[in-house]
C-alpha cells in the first residue's frame, strides 16, 4: 500500500517478467497541441519463456497493477503511466516522468519503492518541465519582457481587469517551478494582486534562451483584479520563480518590469450628428481611465453663444445593449472603452439652430450628476451653419510638431508622429488618415486613419476653417529599422473613404524626417561593491534596432584580451529617449551589469565595451560602443602589519588533573586592492632559515575599521583583519619563522596571488632544556618515577612519554609509559615563566611494572616530548636522569590500599533509611548494585566474593598464617589495624549515616585476644558458636578495664585461602585473612537484609558505621576502639569499644591510646 509518501513492502517474491504498458499523452517541445502524441509512452519487455518462468508459479489473481498520473506543478495532469506485475514486485524502476518533464525536486514522497499490492492502485506525482539540453545548462539567466496590456471592466464593482502578456526565464525555475504573478503599487507601497499561474508555451523565448530552465514554458497571458482606485497609481508587474506551492514565498526569483502607469486622458469624439422629427441625436465616445471610479455618464449641451446650460441626458453605462466592442478592441488600454459610448437626444430649439453649442462628456459620482466628477468639453459646433461667418473651405493648413522612435519587443522600429492639419474641405472628408511615404523607392509604407485630437489653439489661429478646432493628430507606425536610412515623409489626409482613406480627398504632405544615425553611449557610473563590480550607463543607436542580444564585455586593455561578459536587460532611460527622439532604442538604452571582481581589473586598464548583436552569443553581426580605458582603483598599494605573535595556550582540566594546550596566535591586517578577485585569504608561515613551509591555515577575515580610516583608497582594507590560532611545529622554537599573509584565486592558495611578507620573528629566546626527578622507587611490585621536564624545545610536540631503560642490560628499554594528563605542575611554570609550551604541564607521574630479575639493576629514566602518538618522532626532546639502582629486595608498603565502592546515593538511603526505621525497595536496589560493584553477586544469597575493589599486598601474600583461630599479637594488630582503615573510609564516604572514626591500638588488639578465647574455650556452646554470647565481650570488657556495653557484628563464612599441594586443607596467608575480614565488612554494609531479600541493612550495619540518628540504638558518641577475632567455626567478630571518661578510668584511657591509629595513613 502506499502511506504518507512512503511505500510499505510486503514479503511475497516471484520470480517471473512481466509486461509493462503505459499510456498517456505530452505536447511535444515545439507545439502547443493537447492532443496525445503520435506514439504512445509505452515499454516493452519480452514475455518469458518456459524455462524462465519455472522457478515460481502464480495464478492471474496475483497480477495487479498501479497507475500513476502525472501532474505539473499547478496540479494538472500532463501524463500517466499504468504498470503492471505480481503481488510484492518493486517496479519503481521502470517508472519514468512524461516525455518533456522531470520529477518535480521538491516532492518529498519516497519514490524509491512503488510495490505491486494485492489490488490495483492508483499514485499521484509531480513533475515539471524540461525543456534543456542538461549538457548546456545556464545558471545565471534572469530576464523578461511585458508585451503588453489591456484593461476591461470586470462583474467586481470595485475591481478591474488587468489582462497582461509576456514571459520570465530564470534559471532558478528548475528549483522554483511555482510561477506567480504579483502586482504592486508604487504610489501606495502595498501588493494589490497575487496569483499563482500556469505557464504559456513561448518557442520565441525558448530559441533566445535554449539552455535556460523552463524557458519553453516561460509566458503568461493572464487577467488580474485591480482596484479601480489603483489605476491613476503607478503600478509594478513582478514576474516570480518560487519553490512554496501555497504562498509563493520561500526561496524565489523576481523580474520586475518597469512601472505602468495608465493613460488618463480623454479618447473622445462626437462621431454623428443627426436631425430629425424636431430633435437632434448626438452618437459618440469618451473614454478615459481617469473615470475609473466613476460610473455614471452624462451630457450636457451647453449654449456657447448665450452662455446657457441646454440640458443635459444619462448615457446608458453597464448593460450589454450599451458595450461598444469596437472601442474596447481601439482603446485597449482604458478601463472604461466599452462603456464610454454615448447616443442622446434633444429637443430641437431655436439656441441648437442658430447657436453655437458645445457637448460636454461628463462621468460623475452620483446618479444625479452631482458630486466628484470629471469632464471633456468637445469643440463647439453650429449644427446648421453660421450664415454670418464667412467659412474657409478651401484653406489647407498643416504642421508636424514632432516626431519620435521607439523600439518593439519584436526589434522593429516604431514611429510617433504628432501635430495637426486644418481643412477647408474637412466638412465633406471627415475621415483623417495618416500616411507613411519613402521618398527614397516612391513608395507608400503605411496608413493608418487616427481620431482628431482637440486643438482650440489652432481653432483661435484659424477660426473661419471648420475642423481647426479638432484638426489634431498623434499616430504611430511599425516599420523596418533598415527603412530609417531612406528619406521618409509624412502625409496628412482628409478624405471621405472611411475604409482606404482614397475617394475624395485633401493631403498635406510634411517635411522628410531627419533620422539620428549616430552611435551614443554615456558611462554613468563604476562602482565596486564587495567582491563585485557594478557599471550602469546607456548606449543608443538606430543600427542596433534589429539586434535583440545586449551584452556588456570587460576587456583587458592592456594584453587586449576580453576578460568576461555579461548579457543584460534593456532598462528605461526616458531621459536618453528625449535627448535623442530619433534613436529607435534609447527609450529601451539603459543597462546594469555586475561582474566579479577578476585580479586584472585591480591593477590594470581596464575598458568596457557595449555590445547589440543578433547572435546569442554576441559574436556576430554587432554593434559596438567602446568606452575609453581606465584604471578602476587609483590606490595600487600592498599594505600590512603584524600586531601580535604570541604563543599562549588554555589551561585544561581532566579527572581532577590539569594540563596546558598550546598554539600560536597571530592577529594583524593586510590590505590592498589587489585582493579584489582574490577571495581566499591564506597565512602561511615558514621557516625563516631554512625556507621550509611549516603550516597555512585559510581563514575568514575580521573587520579592522581602524584600516579603513586609514586608507579609505583600498576598498578591501575594512575587512583586511586576521586573527587565528595555528599549530606549533618543533621548527618554531629552534628558528626564527617568517609569516606570509596571501589572497589567491585558489582554495590552495597556489595559484594567481599576491603576498605580504611580515619580517621574521623569534617565538622563543630560552632554549634550556630542564627537569627534577622529584621521586623513584618501588612500590606493590611497582616503579614509580614523580618529577618534571619542561623546555620551549618541546613546541608543537604535544605527547609527553617516561622512557625506562635497563642501563644495566646495555639500555635496554623495558617500558614506556604516556603521562596523559596527570601532569599539572604550577610551581614549574611560577618558576620559570619564559619558557611558554608545557610548562604547566610538565609534570609525571607514572608507574613502570616491577619484577624481580631488576633487583639490583641500574635503571635509567628518560623525559621525552615529541610530536609522535607512539613516543617517537623525528626529533623527540629527551631528558636522562641519572641512573638509578634497586636493591636486592623490593620495599613493599606495609598497608593494604583496598577501598570498598560505595554506589551514588547510597549514604543518603541508608541515613532515609534509619531514620524511618523501615526499608526502603528502590534502596534495597542500591545495596545491590554496591554489593556488585565490589564483587560477585548471587540473587537470594548476596555477596559471594570481593574480587572487584579488594587490593593484594604481595608482602602479605609472603605471610603464612599456620594457625587463624591462635593468632599472634603481631599478626592480629596488623589484621586489627587493616579493618580500622577500611570502616573508616567507609564512614568518610557515607557521611550522613555513620559518625566518627575508629581506632586500633595495642590494647584493642589485646581485648581481641580475650575474645578469641571465649569463644574457641566453648562458653555456652559447643564449640563452634556462631551467634552472640555476651559474656565472652562482657569478660573482655572487665579485663581491659571498661565498664560499657560493648557492640558486636559476627561474620560465619569460609575463610579465603588457597587449596594445599596435597589437595586436603586450605593454606591462608595474611593476605587472605584480610580478604577474609574485608568480606565480612562488605556482607554488613550490603548484604544485612532480611531473608527475603539478603540485600539491605540491618543492625550489623548500624554498627559497622556507628550510625547516629533518631533511631540511633547502642551508639557510641565518643571515642570508641575495634577488637578482632577470627574464632572456631571460621567466625569473624569484630567489637567496637567506647573508651571515655564515662565508661572507663585515665589509665584505660591513656592504655587505648597508646599507638592508636585509624589505618588510614
Not at 716 to 739: E, W, Y
Request: proline residues 4%; glycine residues 8%; negative net charge.
Amino acid at each position: 500500500m502506499y502511506k504518507a509518501g512512503k511505500h510499505w513492502l510486503t514479503a511475497t517474491l516471484f520470480a517471473m517478467a512481466i509486461g509493462i504498458f503505459a499510456s498517456g499523452s505530452a505536447a511535444s517541445a515545439d507545439s502547443t497541441s493537447n492532443q496525445p502524441n503520435s506514439e504512445p509512452l509505452t515499454q516493452q519487455v519480452p514475455v518469458p519463456t518456459s524455462t524462465q518462468c519455472a522457478v515460481a508459479t502464480a495464478t492471474y489473481s496475483d497480477y495487479h497493477t498501479v497507475t500513476i498520473n502525472y501532474c505539473n506543478q499547478n496540479d494538472v495532469q500532463v501524463g500517466n503511466q499504468v504498470l503492471g506485475g505480481y503481488e510484492g514486485e518493486n517496479v519503481a524502476n521502470q517508472v519514468q516522468p512524461p516525455q518533456g518533464y522531470e520529477f518535480d525536486p521538491m516532492d518529498q514522497n519516497d519514490w524509491s519503492n512503488v510495490e505491486i499490492l494485492p489490488h490495483d492502485e492508483t499514485y499521484t506525482r509531480k513533475v515539471i518541465p524540461s525543456y534543456i539540453d542538461s549538457s548546456n545548462v545556464d545558471y545565471s539567466v534572469n530576464a523578461g519582457h511585458f508585451d503588453g496590456y489591456r484593461l476591461t471592466t470586470s462583474d467586481s464593482p470595485d475591481l478591474a481587469h488587468w489582462m497582461v502578456q509576456g514571459w520570465h526565464v530564470a534559471s532558478a525555475s528548475k528549483a522554483q517551478p511555482y510561477y506567480y504573478l504579483i502586482i504592486r503599487d508604487n504610489t501606495t507601497n502595498q501588493e494589490i494582486e497575487r496569483r499563482r499561474i500556469t505557464p504559456l508555451q513561448r518557442p520565441d523565448v525558448q530559441q533566445a534562451y535554449p539552455s535556460t530552465a523552463n524557458s519553453l514554458y516561460s509566458g503568461f497571458n493572464e487577467n488580474l483584479f485591480i482596484p479601480y482606485t489603483s489605476i491613476g497609481d503607478s503600478l509594478t508587474l513582478i514576474a516570480r520563480y518560487s519553490n512554496d506551492p501555497i504562498n509563493g514565498e520561500g526561496t524565489y526569483t523576481d523580474y520586475a518590469f518597469a512601472p505602468v502607469s495608465f493613460d488618463l486622458t480623454h479618447h473622445a469624439k462626437i462621431e454623428n450628428t443627426v436631425v430629425s422629427n424636431n430633435t437632434v441625436c448626438f452618437t459618440g465616445y469618451d473614454a478615459t481611465n481617469a473615470a475609473a471610479t466613476l460610473y455614471h455618464h452624462f451630457i450636457i449641451a451647453y449654449d456657447v453663444t448665450t452662455g446657457q446650460t441646454i440640458g443635459q441626458r444619462q448615457a446608458s453605462v453597464g448593460d450589454s445593449s450599451s458595450l461598444r466592442s469596437d472601442l474596447v478592441s481601439q482603446f485597449p488600454q482604458v478601463v472604461n472603452a466599452g462603456f464610454s459610448g454615448f447616443e442622446v437626444s434633444f429637443d430641437l430649439s431655436s439656441a441648437l439652430q442658430n447657436d453655437q453649442i458645445r457637448l460636454i462628456s461628463r462621468w460623475a459620482e452620483n446618479e444625479d450628476g452631482s458630486g466628484n466628477h470629471i469632464d471633456f468639453r468637445f469643440a463647439p459646433q453650429y449644427l446648421f451653419g453660421n450664415q454670418q461667418r464667412n467659412y474657409d473651405y478651401t484653406g489647407n493648413y498643416a504642421y508636424q510638431e514632432g516626431y519620435q522612435l521607439s523600439k518593439t519587443a519584436q526589434g522593429q522600429a516604431s514611429l510617433h508622429v504628432g501635430g495637426w492639419h486644418a481643412d477647408g474641405a474637412s466638412s465633406s472628408q471627415p475621415y483623417h488618415w495618416l500616411i507613411l511615404f519613402d521618398g527614397s523607392t516612391n513608395s507608400e509604407i503605411a496608413r493608418v486613419m487616427v481620431d482628431n485630437v482637440n486643438r482650440p489653439d489652432v481653432a483661435r489661429a484659424y477660426p473661419n476653417v471648420p475642423n481647426a478646432g479638432q484638426s489634431g493628430f498623434n499616430g504611430s507606425f511599425t516599420i523596418s529599422p533598415q527603412l530609417l536610412n531612406h528619406s521618409l515623409r509624412l502625409i496628412s489626409r482628409w478624405s471621405n473613404d472611411g475604409d482606404y482613406g482614397e475617394g475624395s480627398r485633401t493631403d498635406y504632405w510634411f517635411q522628410p524626417m531627419q533620422f539620428d544615425h549616430g552611435n551614443h553611449a554615456c558611462l554613468d557610473n563604476v562602482a565596486v561593491k564587495g567582491n563585485q563590480i557594478q557599471v550602469s550607463g546607456w548606449h543608443a543607436a538606430n543600427q542596433a534596432t534589429e539586434m535583440n542580444h545586449h551584452f556588456i564585455i570587460v576587456w583587458y586593455a592592456n594584453r587586449g584580451r576580453e576578460l568576461t561578459r555579461t548579457e543584460v536587460q534593456p532598462a528605461v532611460r526616458q531621459d536618453v529617449a528625449n535627448a535623442f527622439p530619433t534613436v529607435a532604442n534609447a527609450g529601451q538604452s539603459g543597462f546594469t551589469a555586475a561582474f566579479n571582481f577578476l585580479p586584472e581589473m585591480s591593477t590594470d586598464q581596464i575598458q568596457f565595451i557595449s555590445r547589440y548583436s543578433s547572435d546569442p552569443t554576441g559574436n556576430s553581426n554587432y554593434c559596438d560602443y567602446w568606452f575609453p580605458a581606465k584604471q578602476l582603483l587609483a590606490d595600487q598599494s600592498n599594505r600590512g602589519w603584524l600586531d601580535q605573535t604570541k604563543v599562549t595556550g588554555n589551561i585544561i582540566r581532566f579527572n581532577n588533573t590539569a594540563g596546558e594546550t598550546n598554539y600560536l596566535s597571530i592577529s594583524g591586517w593586510h590590505a590592498t586592492n589587489q585582493s579584489l578577485g582574490r577571495p581566499y585569504h591564506t597565512i602561511i608561515i615558514l621557516d625563516a632559515t631554512t625556507h621550509r613551509e611549516l603550516e597555512r591555515k585559510t581563514i575568514t577575515n575580521v573587520a579592522r575599521p581602524d584600516v579603513a580610516n586609514a586608507y579609505p583608497g583600498i576598498l578591501t582594507a575594512k575587512d583586511s583583519g586576521f586573527s587565528i590560532r595555528m599549530d606549533l611545529k618543533p621548527a618554531m622554537a629552534i628558528h626564527p619563522v617568517q609569516i606570509i599573509s596571501r589572497y589567491s584565486t585558489s582554495a590552495d592558495a597556489n595559484e594567481n596571488y599576491v603576498d605580504y611578507w611580515f619580517n621574521p620573528v623569534s617565538l622563543v629566546t630560552d632554549t634550556a632544556n630542564r627537569a627534577a626527578l622529584d621521586e623513584f622507587k618501588v612500590e606493590n611490585n611497582k616503579i614509580i618515577a614523580a618529577g618534571w621536564h619542561a623546555t620551549n624545545l618541546s613546541m608543537g610536540m604535544n605527547y609527553h612519554y617516561l622512557i625506562l631503560l635497563d642501563k644495566t642490560a646495555g639500555n635496554r628499554e623495558l617500558q614506556r609509559v604516556w603521562t596523559n594528563y596527570n601532569n599539572y605542575r604550577p610551581d614549574v611554570a611560577n618558576a620559570f615563566p619564559q619558557v611558554l609550551v608545557n610548562c604547566v604541564n610538565s609534570g609525571f607521574n607514572v608507574q613502570f611494572n616491577y619484577t624481580p630479575s631488576l633487583a639490583g639493576h641500574q635503571l635509567q629514566i628518560v623525559s621525552r616530548w615529541t610530536d609522535d602518538e607512539g613516543g617517537n618522532g623525528t626529533h623527540p626532546i629527551d631528558y636522562w636522569f641519572d641512573a638509578k639502582q634497586l636493591t636486592n629486595q623490593p620495599v613493599v608498603a606495609g598497608r593494604n590500599q583496598s577501598t570498598v565502592l560505595i554506589p551514588n546515593g547510597y549514604d543518603q538511603a541508608v541515613a532515609a533509611t534509619f531514620n524511618n526505621d523501615a526499608l526502603d525497595q528502590t534502596y534495597l536496589e542500591i545495596a545491590r548494585t554496591g554489593a556488585a560493584m565490589n564483587g560477585d553477586i548471587i540473587d537470594g544469597f548476596g555477596l559471594q566474593n570481593s574480587n572487584k575493589s579488594f587490593i593484594h599486598n604481595p608482602q602479605d601474600q609472603r605471610v603464612v598464617i599456620n594457625d587463624p583461630y591462635h593468632l599472634d599479637n603481631q599478626t592480629r594488630a596488623a589484621l586489627n589495624e587493616f579493618a580500622a582503615g577500611v570502616i573508616n573510609k567507609i564512614r568518610l564516604q557515607m557521611p550522613a549515616s555513620s559518625d566518627g572514626l575508629v581506632y586500633a591500638s595495642p590494647a584493642s588488639a589485646e581485648f581481641g585476644a580475650v575474645v578469641t578465647n571465649g569463644y574457641n574455650q566453648n562458653m555456652g556452646g559447643d564449640g563452634t558458636e556462631l551467634g552472640h554470647l555476651p559474656a565472652v565481650a562482657k569478660a573482655a570488657a572487665e579485663a581491659s578495664g571498661v565498664n560499657a556495653w560493648i557492640g558486636e557484628n559476627r561474620y560465619s563464612g569460609n575463610l579465603v585461602g588457597t587449596r594445599s599441594a596435597d589437595g586436603y586443607s586450605l593454606v591462608y596467608t595474611l593476605d587472605s585473612l584480610k580478604q577474609s575480614v574485608y568480606n565480612a565488612i562488605l556482607t554488613w554494609l550490603f548484604n544485612d537484609g532480611p531473608f527475603n531479600n539478603p540485600f539491605g541493612i540491618g543492625g550489623h550495619t548500624t554498627a559497622l558505621l556507628n550510625y547516629g540518628g533518631p533511631n540511633a540504638g547502642n551508639h557510641i558518641a565518643d571515642r570508641q576502639y575495634i577488637s578482632l577475632a577470627i574464632t572456631k567455626g571460621n567466625v569473624i567478630t569484630i567489637n567496637f569499644i567506647p573508651v571515655n571518661n564515662s565508661t572507663a578510668p585515665a589509665d584505660t584511657i591513656a592504655r587505648f591510646a597508646n599507638g592508636a591509629t585509624d589505618g588510614l595513613a
